[in-house]
């Protein structure tokens, strides 16, 4: 069974680039959250979507940040106009259904803002 | 709003031996699940222990086992015959069981405990 999918591993962009982060999740989940941790910190929520809905967006940022988990394919996460303050690595996590179940997360993706 | 605090920022053991993280948490809901999570420096999110807090019941895996206090609302960990594997940073995380539109979805983690194992 494979578990959950991210890439790139690492990411390097230069302020004001864009930042394409793709999460394919394990095999029969349908739920699918993104979290961001910051150096020293603990995991904060982003946002939390079904294929083709975005469920629960309440920790991601209002401007630059927006999220998707089409019908077919990856969920992707997406930086625009990326700032020195996006450094983080950021994670993805699914499970099969929402309430209850354990959420297994991905190897994460290690954004670097040059 | 929930909190999850981790008091320890760093914590010592000696291989074989047993040691404790503590987690501590504040919410006004009455259902609710509990999680410890390892991060090794491959920086992966690995599962570790899982509680829900309707069980009075501890739950166990293998060498690691939780001590949970639902009314003082305090969720340790405890590694027993500790190995250089254990070697990592700590996170317990609080999810809400409420099954409304919203709700019960997001993890809240503490800042996390960084353990080192010596031989």
């Known amino acids: 069974n494979a578990g959950v999918m991210q890439n790139p591993r690492h990411l390097v962009r230069r302020r004001g680039q864009e930042a394409r982060l793709r999460c394919s999740p394990m095999k029969g989940h349908s739920h699918v959250y993104w979290y961001r941790q910051l150096p020293e910190e603990g995991l904060k929520f982003m946002v939390y979507l079904q294929k083709e809905n975005i469920i629960d967006e309440s920790g991601m940022p209002k401007e630059r940040f927006s999220a998707e988990f089409p019908k077919e394919g990856p969920s992707i996460l997406r930086i625009q106009q990326v700032v020195r303050g996006d450094s983080a690595a950021y994670f993805c996590?699914?499970?099969?259904?929402?309430?209850?179940?354990?959420?297994?997360f991905g190897p994460g993706t290690r954004l670097t803002v040059l | 709003a929930q909190t999850v605090t981790q008091s320890q920022p760093e914590m010592s053991v000696q291989e074989a031996e047993t040691v404790t993280l503590s987690c501590t948490y504040d919410?006004?809901?009455?259902?609710?699940?509990l999680f410890w999570y390892k991060q090794p420096p491959s920086r992966q999110m690995i599962l570790v222990i899982r509680?829900?807090?309707?069980?009075?019941q501890n739950a166990t895996e293998n060498r690691f086992s939780v001590n949970f206090q639902k009314a003082a609302k305090s969720f340790s960990l405890k590694i027993s015959d500790s190995q250089l594997g254990d070697a990592a940073m700590y996170f317990c995380a609080y999810r809400s069981a409420y099954t409304g539109n919203q709700a019960g979805t997001a993890l809240i983690f503490g800042k996390g405990t960084t353990l080192s194992v010596s031989s």
């Open positions: 919410t006004s809901e009455s259902d609710y699940y």
């Open positions: 509680q829900e807090a309707y069980k009075q």
């Open positions: 996590a699914s499970s099969p259904r929402r309430v209850g179940d354990t959420q297994y």
